[in-house]
């Protein structure tokens, strides 16, 4: 076990994160029982400019925390982040559309929600600012933890803003992706009146909401009248021309 930690720790240290993150649920992490089942990475050689910076091929398992939350570089996010006996291994942001995670870890919502968990990551590579994988299996080792946000607290490392009403109708549609389902309405009385609140999910460097916003659809949370917290919270998606940012 101590040869296959070794390589792990050798091979995933090659593996160059520029963002660091760290687990709203840090509590979490610090398992004595942490621990790499198995490691079957190769690194692949890169070949041109437009591969990642390093790439790894093959599967490795080990143990640390799972969470979703919204980040400074990423929205609805799930990150793994592994025990601290293995601090060289960096956050990993998962692709997790290979399995079906218990709610709330399987969606994106006003708020955080973390467990500790063995998984399966495969093929992870650095595109030099984050390390990226594929999550192909897990298995819980505790309970789900949820915080969620309320009107006054935003929890979380993720980078919110409250969107003013611009539009001259009494409502504006808002949308379960950009131009899809309508799932509901925002009033214009309920924003205006302060009693709605509009929070723009938004990350570094979208150029789409820095100069394109008009014609962008635009993700965010909202909370109703009687939103007590981001439980209630809409999640979903308006256009540009109907809000501006709050200064």
Do not use: C
């Amino acid at each position: 076990m101590k040869i296959i930690v070794s390589i792990v720790i050798m091979g995933f240290y090659l593996l160059y994160a520029d963002h660091l993150h760290y687990p709203y649920f840090e509590e979490l992490l610090h398992d004595k029982n942490g621990k790499i089942i198995k490691n079957t990475l190769k690194k692949v050689a890169k070949t041109n400019s437009e591969t990642p910076e390093t790439y790894f091929i093959g599967e490795i398992t080990l143990t640390g925390v799972l969470e979703r939350s919204d980040t400074f570089e990423y929205r609805n996010a799930l990150m793994f982040y592994p025990d601290s006996y293995v601090t060289e291994l960096y956050n990993i942001v998962l692709d997790d559309k290979h399995v079906k995670l218990p709610s709330p870890l399987d969606k994106a919502f006003f708020g955080v929600s973390a467990a500790r968990a063995e998984v399966t990551i495969k093929n992870p590579y650095s595109d030099g600012e984050d390390v990226h994988g594929k999550l192909v299996g897990f298995k819980l080792l505790g309970d789900i933890q949820i915080q969620y946000s309320t009107r006054d607290q935003w929890i979380g490392d993720g980078y919110y803003q409250i969107l003013a009403y611009n539009s001259k109708d009494d409502y504006i549609n808002i949308r379960d992706k950009a131009n899809g389902k309508i799932i509901g309405k925002i009033l214009k009385n309920d924003i205006i009146n302060g009693n709605g609140l509009l929070v723009l999910i938004d990350i570094a460097w979208d150029e789409k909401l820095i100069y394109h916003w008009e014609t962008s659809w635009i993700e965010v949370y909202y909370l109703p009248p009687n939103a007590k917290d981001g439980r209630d919270a809409v999640h979903g998606f308006v256009h540009g021309s109907q809000v501006i940012r709050q200064e």
